[in-house]
């Protein structure tokens, strides 16, 4: 039979020919249609077991609705569609649903929070807007807040945007969107309030293939709660259920391995989607397609080239009112044991056998089982004090009134890792990461080796730190690749420099980047698992943490105070010259 691969149809994300199976999404994942044709058609002697993805559309285009016609607006008390009701638009739809068809349910457990807000909805809409949500959805708010469809609908429309270069057609889209969310209140551990929602799911699926996906946007002490009574009363009967749980996975070994059996009562692994969003992040994505798929850097990726691996995260601003939450895991909780560990993993690696998710997992896993659990003289924690700058005061970590007075917990950290295999035996992997910094940014810096010999070392007098070459892959803002490289200055003399070969991304794509949230939602709805994280590699990853955040926590230790707006506490600086490194962000990259 001849299998035609259409270019994009409508807002359909995926066509398949299995039912059930969810296709990769080929304009990220690069896999091959036996996998080996994007295009044109391919010849096959059964459809049994074939799927095929499309990508997402890119061109400027109307996104149809799901209905045949049009549903109705209400003039209501909020006027417009934000006035249609859930009955309405179940009306409009019409009973002519096809069972063959599937549709995918996103609900939105936590619809009333902060991350739901100006995240998840806004993610949803891009989807929608770049035609990759399938022609069915639907798209419900849960929460114990009282709200109506349409003050959810105005909750979600003050926080949409539109992509900077299609514009043009942005209110319809909005509005389209906006029709198809919904909302239900209920209580979290309720079985009977998750029914009620089955029943709404129901009446919007009409009759269709159902697939639900749950958004966890809650604190994690209720996760379980929502699990047992959405798995019971709300799940799908004929297609998957899937779930997306947010950190923090617990506090330490033992919490986590607590939610995992909890969240494991009720749901199967392939159904949690543990979700970093640093993982969805552009240039992290990007790190293994610059690594495997570029000859010059691979044979590079070793200790015998390089001399540290960097990964630096800082923010130039407190905890600002949310010192409550923050101060329950700190730091090292909140950014070092995830997503720092999470890029060092990927870096890290070895190449997978395939770029299926299981392959790449199962990589990253033995990175993580090669490490040692840190101790405590490789670690150096900070707390940002007040501090007044051209007339400004800036708060300290404590001035803050939801932090506890006398907080010991960290608001900086550094730490020196070791990957004890054939290729990264006693190369330090540094890591940073800090609130309240001179600076916001997100990079991985690989500094390599110096030249055996070099010609030239007079030119750079005793500093033969400026003379090595760097790698540096920053993650944001301004998302660049560079290296840089020493190169001679124009002229009759020799006088050397050093320069960037330069790959700012804003100079070389015009389309604006898409926001981690984005990816991973599609990745969940496809079913990718590529992105998220395995129970075993979180397992791996507290096996690491956990002695030295007891340790730190039994010891009552004191974090070095640094100003508000510095580049941190001086012990960071002498941490890595114990290993013959120099920060690469506090030296100019001019």
Not at 329 to 356: C, K, W
Request: proline share 5%.
């Amino acid at each position: 039979m001849a299998l035609s691969v259409a270019k994009c149809p409508s807002s359909s994300a995926a066509a398949r020919l299995a039912p059930g199976h969810s296709p990769p999404r080929w304009s990220t994942l690069l896999r091959p249609f036996p996998r080996s044709v994007l295009s044109g058609s391919v010849t096959v002697p059964s459809s049994k077991n074939w799927s095929f993805g499309v990508a997402c559309k890119q061109e400027v285009g109307t996104v149809p609705v799901s209905s045949p016609k049009e549903a109705p607006s209400k003039n209501g008390e909020n006027g417009g569609l934000l006035g249609l009701s859930s009955e309405e638009y179940r009306d409009a739809i019409g009973p002519n649903a096809s069972e063959g068809e599937p549709t995918v349910s996103i609900t939105v457990v936590g619809a009333s929070g902060d991350l739901a807000k100006k995240k998840i909805f806004p993610a949803l809409f891009a989807l929608y807007y770049e035609d990759c949500l399938p022609k069915h959805f639907t798209i419900f708010g849960y929460a114990r807040s009282k709200m109506t469809d349409a003050e959810l609908r105005t909750m979600v429309s003050k926080t949409l945007t539109c992509r900077i270069d299609k514009r043009e057609n942005c209110s319809e889209k909005m509005e389209q969107f906006l029709k198809r969310c919904f909302y239900h209140s209920g209580q979290y551990e309720s079985e009977e309030n998750f029914a009620d929602l089955d029943k709404k799911l129901k009446e919007h699926e009409g009759g269709r293939l159902s697939n639900r996906l749950f958004y966890l946007s809650i604190p994690p002490n209720i996760f379980i709660d929502v699990v047992k009574s959405a798995s019971k009363s709300a799940s799908s009967k004929n297609g998957w259920t899937r779930v997306i749980v947010e950190k923090p996975f617990g506090r330490d070994s033992e919490s986590s391995a607590a939610l995992t059996r909890g969240l494991k009562q009720y749901l199967d692994e392939d159904q949690i989607f543990r979700i970093d969003h640093y993982l969805g992040k552009e240039l992290v994505e990007n790190l293994s397609i610059l690594r495997f798929s570029n000859l010059v850097f691979e044979p590079l990726w070793s200790r015998q080239y390089i001399r540290n691996v960097q990964l630096i995260f800082s923010e130039d601003f407190g905890t600002e009112g949310r010192g409550g939450y923050f101060d329950n895991y700190g730091i090292i909780r909140d950014i070092m044991q995830n997503h720092l560990l999470q890029i060092l993993a990927l870096f890290a690696m070895e190449t997978p056998v395939s770029l299926d998710a299981e392959d790449i997992r199962n990589e990253k896993v033995k990175v993580l089982r090669s490490m040692k659990p840190l101790q405590l003289e490789n670690v150096v924690t900070g707390q940002y004090k007040n501090h007044t700058k051209g007339g400004v005061a800036y708060p300290g970590y404590t001035d803050d009134k939801t932090v506890p007075k006398g907080s010991l917990t960290p608001t900086f950290a550094a730490a020196a890792l070791f990957i004890d295999n054939a290729r990264w035996d006693g190369v330090p992997f540094l890591m940073k990461a800090g609130k309240a910094l001179e600076s916001r940014r997100t990079e991985i810096r690989v500094q390599f080796r110096h030249v055996p010999g070099n010609l030239y070392k007079r030119s750079f007098g005793t500093d033969l730190d400026r003379a090595t070459n760097e790698l540096v892959i920053r993650v944001q803002p301004d998302e660049a690749i560079y290296l840089k490289i020493n190169n001679k200055v124009p002229g009759l003399g020799m006088r050397l420099d050093r320069s960037n070969l330069n790959l700012l991304y804003s100079s070389r794509y015009s389309k604006e980047i898409p926001d981690a949230y984005e990816r991973l939602l599609l990745d969940a709805i496809e079913g990718e698992r590529r992105l998220f994280i395995r129970s075993d590699e979180l397992d791996a990853a507290w096996e690491l943490f956990t002695p030295l955040l007891k340790e730190l926590e039994e010891k009552k230790i004191a974090p070095e105070l640094y100003p508000h707006g510095s580049c941190g506490p001086a012990g960071a600086h002498y941490l890595a010259a114990n290993y013959n490194v120099r920060w690469g962000d506090t030296v100019s990259d001019a």
